[in-house]
């Protein structure tokens, strides 16, 4: 059974950084693009970031961009969010996700196995 397990949510005041790890028990996702996407209390789930299988494409949105920084280690199996210059907005429960459909990043349908989301609360 496919696992996604996310840790390193909290609370943080605004300016704060938190870093976001997501542990797959699957190695073969080493070959997939793989995301982080949010939800906030009312609103839609709404893309983060992405990282191609390799490392080398990297993909933000662009409330994050400059803030956020995506990593993946394939060795360990684990994808990371580091979150700098935190703003009160940010809060919401994170997600990671493996990509396992052709097209656009950033939709979150082309995604098929989902963690069970970790909650980061900014303060301001």
């Known amino acids: 059974q496919v696992q996604l397990v996310e840790s390193g949510g909290g609370l943080v005041q605004a300016g704060g950084s938190l870093r976001l790890s997501c542990a797959a028990s699957?190695?073969?996702?080493?070959?997939?693009?793989m995301g982080w996407f949010r939800q906030a209390p009312g609103k839609e789930r709404e893309f983060v970031a992405a990282i191609s299988w390799s490392g080398g494409s990297t993909y933000y949105a662009d409330s994050v961009k400059g803030r956020f920084t995506i990593s993946r280690d394939n060795a360990r199996n684990t994808v990371c969010l580091q979150m700098n210059s935190l703003k009160p907005e940010d809060t919401a429960v994170y997600y990671c996700?493996?990509?396992?459909?052709?097209?656009?990043?950033?939709?979150?349908?082309?995604?098929?196995?989902w963690g069970q989301g970790t909650q980061v609360t900014v303060s301001s």
């Open positions: 699957r190695r073969t996702f080493s070959s997939n693009t």
């Open positions: 996700a493996v990509k396992t459909a052709w097209g656009d990043e950033k939709k979150d349908y082309n995604y098929a196995y």
